[in-house]
């Protein structure tokens, strides 16, 4: 009996193993299952869809701001996505520069004047159509670095912008901002996968409302179209509120301004002064030579910051925002103002920032002093007459965005919980509030979602005034 027949009759199966152990590579029969990448792109292609029209400038800053978030955040992937993007700008960067090289060798190996002018001429044309292209792209530092210095180069302390008759907005001078190709989706939802991890946070998933076509056109002013420096909102603005993108000024001075509007009610509100997100960055670059810091009190005409409780400044530097607070304590605590420096990353330069804010409290505070306009400061006098000794500045312990995008959205909800908590006048012992556990993180990353629906709803009733106006 053969050995097949035996083992048939034993086991009851008969197994051939040089056909089960073939090592054969050829494969010719259809796999199960056939995985096919998805042509849909991922929120996170958002952000940097548009970096080869950025400029050289903006490139160092993003590749120095990514290196920074290597170091602040704690990432699950071991910051593998950080690193890839930060090389793809460098080679970016690198690409450009043998463009560059190549185009000078051409140059130097060309000795016809009319040549060269032709090759000029066509660079100068070229310049020419980059700068065009980020003429249509204003105030989108969402995925971008920086989108008003244009409005800066003069001082004009406004929130709003007039629009050209295009509806597009100036460019600006050395860090033009870029607008995503890819239509941002009109609905999301946002989920934070550590909330859902926490037993204490509830409604985890927010959703976000559909903002229809048909307001391409539709302007909101924020809060009204009669108020005399209202923020002006466009459709395309809303493209910085999709997932994973950078907030754009208009957004940031749009939601300031609605907390403004929003707190009126209370009585400690009128204490309070919000400068726009332009205000620093002119700060920054203020010379106070001659009569320069006269021209800048337009910023704050008619009113006396030193009889305020809380000056709020966004600040804007490297493609990130954080905020600073200005305090004046009572008479009765004997001290100076309080600078308070709020960083979601902790990326900001605190020491530059305090200097910057110093300097401009003692030129204001020069300027008081030496007017005949009698003043009525919770100041003690002996503080006041040494106020340039008695400024004092603290780096804050604060909640920490969990990713690279949320830090203007945490600007946002610092000021916000700040106003709601803050007593009528901050004092040492008053600083406790702050702190790492001062709120979980994605309470200031669902803001995202709370703004969108906010300007949903403003863009509706714009368009329901223009519907009624319309003959």
Not at 12 to 39: F, K
Not at 62 to 84: C, E, P, R, T, V
Request: negative net charge.
């Amino acid at each position: 009996m053969s050995e097949a027949k035996s083992s048939k009759r034993k086991n009851g199966l008969v197994l051939n193993w040089r056909m089960l152990l073939d090592d054969d590579d050829d494969d010719d029969h259809t796999p199960e299952l056939v995985i096919t990448p998805s042509d849909k792109p991922k929120p996170t292609e958002y952000a940097d869809v548009d970096y080869r029209r950025k400029s050289d400038e903006e490139l160092q800053s993003m590749i120095k701001k990514h290196q920074g978030y290597l170091s602040n955040l704690f990432l699950k992937d071991n910051g593998d996505k950080i690193k890839a993007t930060i090389r793809k700008y460098e080679a970016e960067l690198q690409r450009r520069q043998l463009n560059k090289d190549g185009e000078e060798a051409m140059l130097l190996s060309d000795h016809s004047d009319d040549g060269a002018s032709c090759r000029k001429d066509r660079r100068d044309q070229k310049s020419s159509t980059f700068g065009d292209m980020f003429s249509k792209k204003i105030d989108q530092n969402a995925r971008t670095v920086n989108a008003f210095d244009k409005e800066l180069s003069f001082i004009n302390p406004r929130q709003g912008r007039t629009a050209s008759q295009n509806g597009r907005f100036p460019a600006p001078q050395d860090k033009p901002s870029t607008k995503l190709k890819p239509k941002p989706p009109s609905s999301y939802n946002l989920v934070d996968e550590d909330m859902e991890e926490d037993p204490h946070v509830s409604n985890t998933t927010l959703y976000a409302e559909t903002l229809s076509d048909c307001m391409k056109d539709v302007k909101v002013r924020y809060p009204s179209r009669e108020d005399r420096d209202p923020v002006e909102v466009t459709y395309t603005d809303m493209e910085c509120l999709a997932p994973e993108a950078y907030l754009s000024s208009t957004i940031m001075n749009f939601y300031i301004r609605y907390i403004q509007q929003s707190s009126s009610s209370e009585y400690r509100t009128c204490n309070y002064h919000f400068f726009n997100t332009y205000f620093y960055n002119k700060l920054q670059k203020l010379s106070y030579r001659e009569d320069s810091f006269l021209k800048f009190r337009k910023w704050w005409k008619g009113v006396n910051i030193f009889e305020k409780a809380y000056i709020l400044l966004p600040v804007h530097d490297c493609a990130h925002w954080s905020l600073g607070i200005i305090s004046i304590p009572t008479k009765k605590d004997e001290l100076g103002p309080i600078i308070l420096h709020l960083d979601s990353l902790s990326f900001h330069n605190s020491s530059s920032i305090f200097d910057n804010i110093r300097r401009f409290l003692k030129e204001e505070w020069n300027y008081l002093r030496n007017s005949e306009v009698p003043l009525d400061l919770p100041i003690a006098d002996e503080i006041w007459d040494n106020l340039d000794h008695r400024i004092i500045d603290r780096k804050m312990q604060v909640p920490q965005q969990k990713n690279a995008h949320d830090c203007g959205l945490f600007v946002l909800y610092y000021m916000e919980r700040f106003i709601k908590e803050a007593p009528e006048r901050l004092t040492e012992k008053d600083i406790s509030m702050f702190g790492r556990q001062w709120f979980l993180p994605e309470e200031a990353s669902n803001l995202r979602v709370r703004i969108h629906n906010l300007l949903v709803q403003e863009f509706k009733n714009a368009k329901d005034k223009e519907t009624i106006l319309s003959p």
